[in-house]
């Protein structure tokens, strides 16, 4: 598939795409920066992909930034219980989740995508109840590999298109392939999740 061509526009977050992706700071839109900014929507599955610096790219340069800021140590904060033994957090403020044993980091963080407004996920302490490999979701039409529920129809599940896409999931936790398969051999049914936080722009 044919990239899109390049917008000469200056976008309203112009100087912020510029700082995120360590191009010259000046506010105005160059050949380069274009090229930087739809790259990053490509890869993050933003769509028009013109390089034109708008809310929604900025919004999810804001996520992935905080994403990777929490490094190797997502509870610094202490929000996830440490006292449950192995528990998956998910800390919808942030869009990332983990799995901890106690205080020791077991897997993550990895990028997720909750439920977006209208269908969010729903925060508190809750437990997989129901594990299913080859999913379909008859409500949505759509396939959710390795899905590990966890509240009602809410699950982890894996999906083939960008966890930064926007607006949001119908309430599960979506997550990439190789993440939701790691989560599948850690997890199982019994096991804690906890949820906490709220998804911007919910």
């Not at 995120?20 to 700071?25: E, K």
Request: glycine share 12%.
């Amino acid at each position: 598939m044919a990239a899109s061509p390049c917008t000469t526009s200056t976008g309203p977050y112009q100087k912020q795409a510029e700082k995120f992706l360590g191009r010259p700071v000046d506010g105005r839109q160059s050949r380069a920066d274009c090229l930087a900014i739809q790259k990053f929507q490509i890869n993050h599955g933003i769509s028009p992909t013109i390089g034109y610096a708008g809310p929604i790219t900025s919004g999810v340069m804001k996520v992935v930034g905080v994403q990777k800021a929490a490094g190797h140590n997502p509870n610094a904060a202490k929000k996830c219980p440490t006292n449950k033994g192995r528990i998956a957090c998910i800390d919808l403020t942030r869009q990332l989740s983990w799995i901890q044993d106690g205080s020791r980091l077991v897997y993550g963080p990895v990028p997720v995508r909750s439920g977006r407004n209208g269908f969010e996920t729903r925060t508190g302490l809750k437990k997989i109840y129901w594990r299913h490999i080859d999913h379909w979701s008859t409500l949505y039409k759509v396939a959710m590999p390795y899905s590990q529920f966890f509240d009602g129809g809410q699950a982890f599940h894996s999906i083939a298109g960008s966890v930064w896409s926007a607006p949001g999931s119908h309430g599960c936790v979506n997550m990439r392939k190789a993440d939701a398969k790691k989560y599948w051999s850690l997890l199982r049914n019994g096991d804690d999740v906890y949820v906490y936080g709220r998804k911007p722009g919910t």
